[in-house]
Structure formats: C-alpha cells, structure tokens
C-alpha cells in the first residue's frame, strides 16, 4: 500500500525536512538530520528523500511513516529483498 498524500505531509512537518532514520547500522549516532527538499521526494539525489514504512504491513498511517534521505531509503530497500 501507498501513504495518502496527507499523511506524507503530516509526516514531513513532523521531520522539520530532515531524515529521520535512527539505525545504527547506517552509521548514524542517533538520527541522519541530512536535510531535504520537499520538491525532490522520490529522486536519487543530494536532497532526495522517500516515505518508508516503519513496520512493512503496518498500515498506511503516521505512526508507521518514517521521512527517510534516499541513501538510508535505499539501504533499508536492498536489506528488505
């Protein structure tokens, strides 16, 4: 399923248009911060950035949204297959 556009938004002001991935294993001390660019949302790019699922199947609200850079989004995808 797909996030509705609101609560992508929601999502985003939450953010502050900063990644908001916290694992460890990206290398990040506590959370990414590396700021973003609304208009840039699905692009392979400096400010980059994608909606992800916190809980794959957990539903298409904003408790299970995460505003992820698209380097953390696309490590999680490749740890995903």
Known sequence: MAFLEIVVKQA??????????????????????????????????EDGWEAHHIIPGGGDILGNCEILCYDCYKAIRINEK
């Open 12 to 45: 985003w002001e939450r953010s502050s248009g900063l990644c908001e991935c916290r694992r460890t294993t990206h290398g990040h001390n506590n959370r990414c911060y590396k700021y973003l660019k609304w208009e840039c949302r699905g692009e392979e790019s």
